[in-house]
């Protein structure tokens, strides 16, 4: 599915069906990432995601976003927590083997190799196509001042938490 088709409204719907204790409001929601994606992983919740590798794209996207702006742009800080669409933030608690935003993907597919014996990684290209998509249209329509997305990118680049970021914009 396209990003542009996904994002943000059936992302939202996803979300509330992956998390049902959704509040009301914006930014982050911090979960214990190990259980939730476990659980997410179950083949019963797996299918009943619109689109479980685009929303598993947004969330490692959002995720990435708020570790570059908490990190590198925190001057923007409020400004994303205020405007961002809810997303669950695993990174905050350090547990269940979710630390970094990559963590997202690479825990996923642990999980899907244990409850649905996949072998096959989600593909790169569709999470480099999300991860643009969520920094040149989606960060730019939040209207962050002061803020440049080329910079986030930059500082994001040198970020030995992020290092899979220059394979994502190249």
């Known amino acids: 599915m396209e990003p542009n088709d996904y994002f943000p409204a059936l992302y939202l719907e996803d979300l509330k069906g992956a998390y049902s204790e959704l509040p009301n409001g914006s ?29 598993i794209c947004c969330l490692y996207t959002l995720n990435l976003i708020h570790q570059g702006i908490y990190s590198h742009r925190y001057v923007v ?11 669950l933030r695993s990174t905050c608690v350090y547990h269940g083997g979710v630390i970094y935003p990559y963590d997202h993907i690479e825990y996923v597919e642990a999980m899907l190799l ?25 960060l730019p329509s939040l209207q962050l001042n002061p803020f440049r997305v080329e910079f986030l990118i930059e500082y994001l680049t040198k970020d030995t938490d992020c290092q899979e970021v220059n394979a994502l914009f190249s």
Request: with cysteine.
């Open 27 to 55: 930014g982050p929601i911090e979960i214990c990432g190990g259980i939730f994606f476990d659980n997410l992983c179950r083949p019963d919740a797996w299918t009943k995601l619109i689109s479980p590798i685009s929303f």
């Open 77 to 87: 800080y409020n400004q994303w927590i205020e405007r961002c669409v809810p997303f």
């Open 114 to 138: 244990k409850y649905a014996n996949n072998t096959k990684l989600i593909d790169r290209s569709i999470i480099s196509k999300y991860a643009k998509y969520m920094f040149y249209s989606y």
